[in-house]
């Protein structure tokens, strides 16, 4: 009995022993979860290390400042790329949105432009002017409708500019009595001049 009492506890802590291990072993697919986890944090984490050493490498000001060099001599397209590339390594800088939809606006290409203008209105330190822009995107393409509708939006932001009635792109609406009112709003009561180079060249 002293031999069978031996070889029962052994068996005993045998199973126990296996019980515990499969406890603690995780599974295959566990495991292989575990792993693809591991390999996503991995990933996201070189994409956002990738993102920080761009910006890090791009110096920004010194592209901003090229790229307004050039759209100020009229040299659209150069000065459009760098802007381009300024919101590709920093998606929240207003100002290069705002100019880049003024150079490709410049460009005449008014689809792409407004576009451009709609999401440079997203940031609210340019909102005013990007309405303002849109308004004559949609005059030059001869939406009056959408021209008068984003142009009211722009007065309503507080945008002002002096140079509302000179402007060619709003030629089409000079004889539309809405305008006439927007263009009152958008040229102020108080006669100040808001149009100047430190906006970026509105139009």
């Known amino acids: 009995?002293?031999?069978?009492?031996?070889?029962?506890?052994?068996?005993?802590?045998?199973?126990?022993?296996?019980?515990?291990?499969?406890?603690?072993?995780?599974?295959?697919?566990?495991?292989?979860?575990?792993?693809?986890?591991?390999?996503?944090?991995?990933?996201e984490k070189k994409q956002d290390d990738k993102k920080q050493?761009?910006?890090?490498?791009?110096?920004?000001?010194?592209?901003?400042?090229?790229?307004?060099q050039l759209r100020g001599t009229g040299e659209f397209e150069k000065a459009a790329e760098i802007y381009k590339k300024v919101t590709t390594a920093a998606e929240d800088n207003a100002m290069a949105w705002h100019l880049y939809g003024y150079c490709v606006h410049a460009m005449g290409k008014l689809d792409e432009a407004i576009k451009l203008h709609e999401k440079a209105?997203?940031?609210?330190?340019?909102?005013?002017?990007?309405?303002?822009?849109?308004?004559?995107?949609?005059a030059l393409k001869e939406e009056t409708e959408k021209a008068l509708e984003y142009l009211t939006k722009s007065a309503?932001?507080?945008?002002?500019?002096?140079q509302v009635m000179q402007d060619s792109d709003l030629k089409s609406l000079h004889e539309n009595e809405e305008f006439k009112k927007v263009a009152a709003r958008l040229m102020g009561d108080?006669?100040?001049?808001?149009?100047?180079?430190?906006?970026?060249?509105?139009r």
Not at 9 to 37: I, M, N, R
Not at 192 to 202: A, K, L, M, Y
């Open 53 to 68: 050493d761009d910006q890090e490498e791009i110096n920004i000001p010194a592209l901003m400042a090229e790229a307004n």
């Open 1 to 43: 009995m002293k031999s069978q009492n031996n070889v029962l506890s052994f068996a005993a802590l045998l199973a126990a022993f296996l019980f515990v291990g499969a406890a603690v072993t995780p599974s295959y697919g566990q495991d292989q979860g575990d792993k693809k986890q591991d390999e996503k944090k991995q990933g």
């Open 121 to 138: 209105a997203s940031f609210e330190q340019v909102k005013g002017i990007s309405y303002y822009n849109l308004g004559c995107a949609y």
């Open 156 to 162: 309503d932001a507080g945008f002002t500019s002096q």
């Open 190 to 202: 108080d006669g100040d001049d808001d149009d100047d180079d430190d906006d970026g060249g509105r």
